[in-house]
T-cell receptor
Framework: ETGVTQTPRHLVMGMTNKKSLKCEQH?????MYWYKQSAKKPLELMFV???????ENNSVPSRFSPECPNSSHLFLHLHTLQPEDSALYLC???????????FGSGTRLTVV | AQKITQTQPGMFVQEKEAVTLDCTYD???????LFWYKQPSSGEMIFLIY??????QNATEGRYSLNFQKARKSANLVISASQLGDSAMYFC???????????????FGKGTKLSVKP
C-alpha cells in the first residue's frame, strides 16, 4: 500500500479509442504529477498540479488531457494515441515544502 | 544539459556483497535534495533514501547509505549485504529548492539496472 493508487494497472487500447487513467492519493498532499516512462529513457515529467491548478505542462501533445477535480484525484484522458505513446505512466504526489514524491505503481499502456 | 547522470546502465553483484551505484548531478541552486528510488519489474517507484544539500552527515537507511560528496557533486548509493530481492532498476533524482519559495520538480537520471547473483 503506497498511498497512491493508480488504475488500471494495464491497458491496451487502439489508436482510435478514448480511455482514462486514474490516480488517487489519501496522503493529504496538494501537488500531483504525471510522469511517462518509456523504455531506456529517463522519466519524463508531463503535468504538474498544485492545489488542483495545472502549473506545468511540459509540451505534452494534446491527445493527452489531464484533469484534477480535487487534490486527491488526478486523471489522464487519452484519445487518438500513437504506438509510440506506449509506456508506463506514473502518478506521484507531494506536499509543498517536502522534497520527496510518493509514487503509484503505474499504468502500463500499450497502444495497438 | 543533463542534470542527473548515472553512468552505469547495468551492474552485477554477488549476493551478500556490497555494491555502489554512481550518480552525479549538476545544479547552481545552493539548496536541493537528492533521492534514490528503486523500481522493481512491477513498475512501482519505491523511495529508498534522501540527502539534503545542507546535511552534514551522509544519509543512511538500513542497508542503504548515500555517499554524498558535495564538492564533486556526487551522490552514490551504497547497498550493503546485497539480497536477491535487490535486483531492480535504481534511479537517482534531484529536486532543487528554487528561488522565491517555489520548488523545482523532481528530475531523474536514466537509471542503473542492478542484478544480484546467487
Amino acid at each position: 500500500e503506497t498511498g497512491v493508487t493508480q488504475t488500471p494497472r494495464h491497458l491496451v487500447m487502439g489508436m482510435t479509442n478514448k480511455k482514462s487513467l486514474k490516480c488517487e492519493q489519501h496522503l493529504g498532499h496538494n501537488a500531483m504529477y504525471w510522469y511517462k516512462q518509456s523504455a531506456k529513457k529517463p522519466l519524463e515529467l508531463m503535468f504538474v498540479y498544485n492545489f488542483k491548478e495545472q502549473t506545468e505542462n511540459n509540451s505534452v501533445p494534446s491527445r493527452f488531457s489531464p484533469e484534477c477535480p480535487n487534490s486527491s484525484h488526478l486523471f489522464l484522458h487519452l484519445h487518438t494515441l500513437q504506438p509510440e505513446d506506449s509506456a508506463l505512466y506514473l502518478c506521484a504526489s507531494s506536499q509543498p515544502g517536502d522534497y520527496g514524491y510518493t509514487f503509484g505503481s503505474g499504468t502500463r499502456l500499450t497502444v495497438v | 544539459a543533463q542534470k542527473i547522470t548515472q553512468t552505469q546502465p547495468g551492474m552485477f553483484v554477488q549476493e551478500k556483497e556490497a555494491v555502489t551505484l554512481d550518480c552525479t548531478y549538476d545544479t547552481s541552486d545552493p539548496s536541493y535534495g537528492l533521492f534514490w528510488y528503486k523500481q522493481p519489474s512491477s513498475g512501482e517507484m519505491i523511495f529508498l533514501i534522501y540527502q539534503g544539500s545542507y546535511d552534514q552527515q551522509n544519509a543512511t537507511e538500513g542497508r542503504y547509505s548515500l555517499n554524498f560528496q558535495k564538492a564533486r557533486k556526487s551522490a552514490n548509493l551504497v547497498i550493503s549485504a546485497s539480497q536477491l530481492g535487490d535486483s531492480a532498476m535504481y534511479f537517482c533524482a534531484m529536486r532543487e529548492r528554487g528561488y522565491g519559495g517555489s520548488q523545482g520538480n523532481l528530475i531523474f537520471g536514466k537509471g542503473t539496472k542492478l542484478s544480484v547473483k546467487p
